[in-house]
């Protein structure tokens, strides 16, 4: 993985970002940009219109979350609750996979209005790591040193690089039982976001995401473009 993006020149950082990048002031733990707003971090402009800042954290510091948010509006979805939950999240531990929505007022998944929320909604995304290592997909051993999967962007946030960005996106993080209900569905924002950064992408980080993707979905349709 080479330092092609990161050595572009800065770029504006859009105001739904820099707001969350703000609240995370003195946040402990390690956070990472990632989904849509990370493709547009490489790209230096925003390519399409984002619902929310998704932002990763590692799950061994999920406590971290609700100790620098009391009081905020948080909704923490994990397997041991419904999937339209729209329970306040109270810092219980969470189980993968999971994420916590801290939504907007008048968002259905706000349940009380005195409690706090953001001028932009965002949300954690909680992934797993091994010591060094993002495990981006622990059934096929898929994995990236923390070093080389999260870099600086254009904006100057640490974000998740772009070949890990799309392989997320393509859904490889995915096990094979959940691959098999997803059934090669992809939205069209993800659609969006591969054929932005597709041109930008090296041949080594095309490589790397044809290699890592085609190792868990053999079959998806979007290794022929990377592969071209």
Not at 113 to 139: M, Q, Y
Not at 141 to 156: E, N, Q
Request: proline share 8%.
């Amino acid at each position: 993985m080479d330092e092609h993006f990161s050595r572009e020149t800065a770029a504006p950082v859009p105001r739904a970002v820099a707001y969350v990048r703000d609240l995370l002031d003195g946040f402990g733990p390690a956070w990472v940009l990632c989904g849509g707003w990370a493709a547009d971090a490489w790209l230096g402009r925003q390519t399409r219109d984002h619902g929310d800042v998704d932002i990763a954290v590692f799950h061994p510091d999920q406590r971290a979350i609700a100790e620098h948010f009391p009081g905020w509006a948080l909704v923490g979805h994990d397997p041991n609750v419904p999937g339209d939950t729209t329970e306040h999240w109270d810092g219980r531990h969470l189980d993968l996979p999971a994420h916590i929505h801290v939504p907007e007022r008048g968002s259905p998944l706000s349940t009380s209005a005195d409690l706090t929320h953001p001028a932009f909604e965002f949300e954690f995304l909680l992934n797993e790591r091994s010591g060094d290592d993002w495990i981006l997909n622990r059934e096929h051993g898929i994995a990236v040193p923390l070093h080389r999967g999260v870099r600086p962007s254009r904006w100057g946030l640490p974000t998740a690089v772009p070949e890990v960005v799309l392989f997320f996106k393509a859904g490889g993080h995915l096990t094979a039982a959940e691959a098999r209900t997803a059934n090669d569905v992809l939205r069209p924002r993800d659609e969006q976001d591969l054929f932005a950064l597709l041109p930008a992408l090296t041949a080594g980080r095309r490589s790397w995401l044809a290699q890592s993707l085609g190792t868990v979905r053999p079959e998806h349709r979007w290794l022929a473009h990377l592969r071209s």
